[in-house]
């Protein structure tokens, strides 16, 4: 993000050495000192998108983009510098950040993309986390978690009050007890010789097809880059709703999710949609798990770790997106850069029952 970090800092000198300059005189002196490719009102820089928009006061209710124009540049950083008389700030506006687009959108679908947001459709902050320079860079690892497809049907939810496509997972009181058990199931996993061999298995995987892995890894845009890997390691198959691969456990079923870590950038990838883990988890004898695998393409090495998701290091990074849980749904999970410690040699993991129950209780009430 260094050339955006440095558009931004030219544009707050600007207006500091200028403190009257207005919209169109710092976008005038952007352009002239950045030469980006203009899109109407946006300004293709190396890596980013920004748009101009000003405020006489402190609110910002402007019209801002529309919700096509957005889509075309989602896969990078999307910030509105919103100038006001006496200052100038910076908004990430990609869709991950976006609550609603504007109510007069009546006619937004799935299948029909309509309409634009306003500055007081973007979120100021998100999940605790203010929406600022300062915080750019990890706001956008999030948002590269989820595909432009998820967050247009969660805003077409938001904007028109549409039936959701997805019932929500009610257990009986029988499946509770088993969502329940399933921390004692997943300690036990690890201790099992059959666990043991299918991460080893993988792993095995992982190593012969460590150039294949590597190469995906180049690619800039991070789903391409997740389903590029994914698509290495399981040769292809990856047919269920919840993870990439299937395997047979002594007494039950193991769900494995493949999770790939950047070594030397910032992750932050989506965990797995709670209704979804729950209905898995209702089934006897279930257990899932992650493959986190951790690529550094500038020492061009690989390296992979089976490790079941209600670990404590695994469950201490998994965050609960709330922003996503729409009237149809519990919301995602999100993990945090820590889940990247699971790789380390002397990691051993393991499983807190009480606080993968809680955990557990935790999703269920929602």
């Known amino acids: 993000m260094s050339d955006l970090t440095d558009a931004i800092r030219f544009i707050r000198q600007t207006k500091a050495q200028r403190p009257g300059a207005d919209k169109a005189a710092l976008q005038h002196a952007y352009v002239q000192r950045f030469q980006p490719e203009q899109r109407r009102s946006l300004f293709i820089g190396k890596g980013y998108s920004l748009r101009f928009s000003e405020t006489q006061g402190a609110s910002f209710s402007n019209t801002v983009l529309s919700l096509s124009a957005l889509h075309s540049v989602d896969d990078r950083p999307v910030v509105i510098c919103v100038v006001s008389p006496n200052s100038t700030r910076f908004l990430l506006a990609n869709s991950t950040f976006l609550a609603k687009i504007s109510h007069s959108s009546h006619h937004l679908r799935i299948d029909n993309v309509k309409g634009s947001f306003n500055g007081t459709d973007i979120l100021t902050t998100y999940e605790g986390i203010e929406n600022k320079p300062e915080t750019f860079e990890q706001l956008f690892a999030i948002h590269s978690a989820f595909t432009w497809a998820e967050n247009l049907e969660r805003l077409v939810e938001a904007t028109t009050a549409i039936v959701?496509?997805?019932?929500?997972?009610?257990?009986?009181?029988?499946?509770?007890?088993?969502?329940?058990?399933?921390?004692?199931?997943?300690?036990?996993?690890?201790?099992?010789?059959?666990?043991?061999?299918?991460?080893?298995?993988?792993?095995?995987?992982?190593?012969?097809?460590?150039?294949?892995?590597?190469?995906?890894?180049?690619?800039?845009?991070?789903?391409?880059?997740?389903?590029?890997?994914?698509?290495?390691?399981?040769?292809?198959?990856?047919?269920?709703?919840?993870?990439?691969?299937?395997?047979?456990?002594?007494?039950?079923?193991?769900?494995?999710?493949?999770?790939?870590?950047?070594?030397?950038?910032?992750?932050?990838?989506?965990?797995?949609?709670?209704?979804?883990?729950?209905?898995?988890?209702?089934?006897?004898?279930?257990?899932?798990?992650?493959?986190?695998?951790?690529?550094?393409?500038?020492?061009?090495?690989?390296?992979?770790?089976?490790?079941?998701?209600?670990?404590?290091?695994?469950?201490?990074?998994?965050?609960i997106q709330h922003h996503w849980a729409g009237r149809g749904s519990r919301g995602v999970t999100q993990l945090s850069g820590q889940f990247g410690r699971v790789l380390d040699r002397s990691y051993n993991p393991s499983i807190d029952t009480a606080k993968a129950r809680a955990f557990l209780d935790e999703l269920l009430k929602r």
């Open 164 to 319: 959701a496509r997805n019932q929500r997972f009610a257990p009986t009181s029988v499946q509770r007890d088993v969502i329940r058990a399933a921390p004692e199931r997943a300690a036990a996993a690890l201790s099992s010789p059959r666990f043991v061999a299918i991460e080893n298995e993988l792993r095995s995987i992982v190593r012969r097809e460590e150039n294949q892995i590597l190469n995906a890894a180049a690619l800039e845009n991070v789903n391409l880059r997740g389903n590029r890997i994914e698509r290495v390691v399981t040769g292809g198959e990856n047919q269920h709703d919840l993870g990439d691969l299937r395997r047979a456990l002594e007494q039950g079923e193991l769900g494995v999710d493949i999770k790939t870590k950047l070594a030397d950038r910032t992750s932050a990838p989506k965990a797995y949609n709670i209704d979804k883990m729950l209905a898995f988890l209702a089934e006897p004898g279930s257990v899932f798990a992650f493959l986190v695998i951790e690529v550094s393409v500038h020492a061009r090495t690989v390296d992979a770790r089976l490790v079941p998701v209600l670990d404590e290091v695994l469950l201490a990074a998994t965050g």
